[in-house]
């Protein structure tokens, strides 16, 4: 998960529950989740998710510089795979 991610937590149905709390992920952090993985399902919901919540493509690559990249064991791999999804995104 990006680092900060929790700041950026929403609460779904608040106050419906007395000792339950349902949190929900941002978009970018949901997208940023399944990047190491890249499944053709992660790719499936990424590209659904950007039709629902248009991306912000410079947010994308900004919060993957400063929050994941650091974290990844082969960060490398991961920028191509990024790059081919901002392709994706953008078309």
């Given at each position: 998960m990006p680092e900060n991610y929790e700041e950026r937590l929403t609460e779904m149905f608040p106050a419906s529950y007395k000792h339950l709390r349902l949190m929900a992920l941002d978009p970018y952090d949901i997208a940023?989740?399944?990047?190491?993985?890249?499944?053709?399902?992660?790719?499936d919901d990424v590209r659904f998710l950007s039709r629902i919540i248009p991306f912000d493509l410079q947010l994308l690559q900004q919060r993957y510089d400063e929050e994941l990249r650091?974290?990844?064991?082969?960060?490398?791999?991961e920028d191509l795979t990024l790059r081919l999804w901002?392709?994706?995104?953008?078309?």
């Amino acid at each position: 998960m990006p680092e900060n991610y929790e700041e950026r937590l929403t609460e779904m149905f608040p106050a419906s529950y007395k000792h339950l709390r349902l949190m929900a992920l941002d978009p970018y952090d949901i997208a940023l989740s399944k990047l190491e993985r890249n499944s053709q399902k992660d790719r499936d919901d990424v590209r659904f998710l950007s039709r629902i919540i248009p991306f912000d493509l410079q947010l994308l690559q900004q919060r993957y510089d400063e929050e994941l990249r650091w974290q990844l064991g082969r960060p490398d791999r991961e920028d191509l795979t990024l790059r081919l999804w901002m392709e994706m995104l953008s078309e």
